[in-house]
T-cell receptor, first 118, second 113 residues
Framework: GAVVSQHPSRVICKSGTSVKIECRSL??????MFWYRQFPKKSLMLMAT?????????EQGVEKDKFLINHASLTLSTLTVTSAHPEDSSFYIC??????????????FGPGTRLTVL | GENVEQHPSTLSVQEGDSAVIKCTYS??????FPWYKQELGKRPQLIID?????GEKKDQRIAVTLNKTAKHFSLHITETQPEDSAVYFC????????????FGAGTILRVKS
């Protein structure tokens, strides 16, 4: 149980294009999902909190117009990197909290998406 | 806001030895401390967590201890095996409702056989 998927797993795009990444909770409902960015050999940096049915909340320094988040259902959140540039290349990981899980705080992570912007 | 520091950044141990990784946190109100294991290119996996109402929790070869007074918690792995080699992250809650996590910088554990 508590499986989170991400799609795509890997994407290469040209500078200036937009890329959408999907995060799905497969066997549970997630009112809250989180988007992280991870640079090579570095820690996970929280970018934003995605709330079902409401606007996402962004961490300080993260441009909300650059990283668009939509959480349209209890099992799906999407992150769109708009007008991507090489500096946006990174590993993006989502996580989700089980709405009815026994542990309020536990986050289940997706497998990540490797974005490379040429 | 919460600040988490993790040490050491790298740790090499001989197979069968124990490994200890320590984290300190800043917010005395924090009440949940998970440890994640991440293998190269893979997702972080929760291996153990502890809440602030207990001082120690054990699951087979893995244990976590919490010292609320000193605001630090540690991961202990006994009888290490090569498959324990990975990056380990500690985390602590942040945000108004404590529903977000702030992660430590990570520890690269290498178990030499």
């Amino acid at each position: 149980g508590a499986v989170v998927s991400q799609h795509p797993s890997r994407v290469i795009c040209k500078s200036g294009t937009s890329v959408k990444i999907e995060c799905r909770s497969l066997d549970f409902q997630a009112t809250t999902m989180f988007w992280y960015r991870q640079f090579p050999k570095k820690s996970l940096m929280l970018m934003a909190t995605s709330n079902e049915g409401s606007k996402a909340t962004y961490e300080q320094g993260v441009e909300k117009d650059k990283f668009l988040i939509n959480h349209a259902s209890l099992t799906l959140s999407t992150l769109t990197v708009t007008s991507a540039h090489p500096e946006d290349s990174s590993f993006y990981i989502c996580s989700a909290r089980d709405r009815y899980g026994k542990s309020y705080n536990e986050q289940f992570f997706g497998p990540g998406t490797r974005l490379t912007v040429l | 806001g919460e600040n988490v520091e993790q040490h050491p950044s790298t740790l090499s141990v001989q197979e069968g030895d124990s490994a200890v990784i320590k984290c300190t946190y800043s917010d005395s109100a924090s009440n949940y401390f998970p440890w994640y294991k991440q293998e190269l290119g893979k997702r972080p996996q929760l291996i153990i967590d502890i809440r602030s109402n207990v001082g120690e929790k054990k699951d087979q070869r893995i244990a976590v201890t919490l010292n609320k007074t000193a605001k630090h918690f540690s991961l202990h792995i006994t009888e290490t095996q090569p498959e324990d080699s990975a990056v380990y992250f500690c985390a602590a809650p942040k945000g108004e409702y404590g529903n977000k996590l702030v992660f430590g910088a990570g520890t690269i554990l290498r178990v030499k056989s």
